[in-house]
């Protein structure tokens, strides 16, 4: 009972006896007595409950090799073993040490593999690889088999069976539910590229839109300021100043007070808009007729806008 409660209990440690030099050869010589295997462990291979897989001499030392390599660098615990030697029988030999073996009837070699795990139970600590082992070592070990053998019962032998159906069965469980994972992983992954490719073309053609608008909202301003600076071309400017204003400003910049002989008056509005005041004096010719000329003393231009005053009297108005 003892060793069926650690063959299966933590990894499912397992090797066979086989009958081959490797796995493409034949199982047992048509000359031989077969060996026996009535503890060999069924695996699933190809839905046949009886087949089992071989442990050649040359494929035992080759996994011996591996695990050796995980030994070193601390990595081989229960787990690693189990999926190292996943499918083979073994035989226990102590608390924490179990042998797997291979046999070459033709060749008539005998090869073992100890392993022997650390205190805890946990670590592979030692791995020993015994090549051709001697007759003494296999009629210890075939005793050993034998006595194992004995205290299965065939309860066991089912019990065995069916937590090897059932590890199989979680692993397949365990497959589906990693494949259903990867493929909603995936989906949601596809669903939130889509996504992300959709607002990256709308923030596009956000900015497109808001690109446009920007341009035609400054080629509206331009069209606008190109139309304020036309109109202010065309129009005058604002007349602040009016005419009475006008030929007010210029008796006090020449000084001609109210009764002064001197005439000041608006003429007219030159091509810029501006007030053209006339300063003159009437002259008498003939006294007894009255006939007079005027005898211009200046022609003045003030700006509506802002009043400023310009003797323009040389341009002969």
């Not at 034998?146 to 205290?151: G, L, V, Y």
Request: glycine share 4%; with cysteine; proline share 2%.
């Amino acid at each position: 009972m003892k060793m069926l409660k650690v063959a299966f209990g933590v990894p499912l440690l397992a090797i066979l006896l086989a009958a081959c030099s490797d796995e493409s050869s034949e199982t047992v010589s048509q000359k031989e007595e077969p060996i026996e295997k009535s503890t060999a462990v069924h695996t699933k291979e190809n839905g046949n409950k009886t087949a089992v897989k071989e442990s050649s001499p040359n494929t035992l030392q080759t996994k011996a090799s591996t695990i050796k390599k995980a030994v070193n660098s601390k990595e081989a615990d229960r787990d690693y073993l189990l999926n190292v030697m996943n499918g083979y029988q073994y035989i226990q030999v102590g608390d924490n040490q179990y042998i797997y073996y291979g046999i070459n009837q033709e060749q008539n070699v005998f090869c073992m593999m100890e392993v022997n795990f650390d205190a805890s139970g946990d670590y592979v600590e030692n791995i020993n690889f015994v090549d051709n082992a001697s007759e003494e070592q296999i009629a210890l070990l075939q005793n050993q088999i034998q006595e194992q053998q004995k205290q299965l019962s065939d309860l066991e032998q089912q019990q065995m069976e069916k937590e090897l159906d059932d590890y199989y069965a979680q692993l397949e469980e365990d497959r589906q539910k990693e494949e259903e994972a990867q493929a909603k992983a995936d989906a949601e992954a596809e669903a939130q590229a889509e996504a992300d490719r959709k607002a990256e073309e709308e923030r596009l053609a956000e900015e497109e839109k808001k690109q446009q608008e920007e341009e035609e909202a400054q080629a509206k301003a331009d069209e606008e300021e190109e139309d304020t600076e036309a109109l202010e071309e065309e129009e005058p400017a604002e007349q602040t100043v009016s005419q009475e204003q006008a030929i007010q400003l210029v008796r006090d910049q020449q000084g001609i007070s109210e009764d002064s002989p001197l005439f000041v008056t608006y003429d007219h509005v030159d091509d810029s808009g501006n007030y053209i005041i006339h300063v003159y004096e009437n002259v008498v010719d003939n006294e007894e007729t009255g006939e007079e000329h005027t005898a211009t003393q200046g022609w003045y231009q003030v700006s509506p806008s802002d009043g400023s005053i310009t003797d323009v009297t040389v341009d002969g108005y």
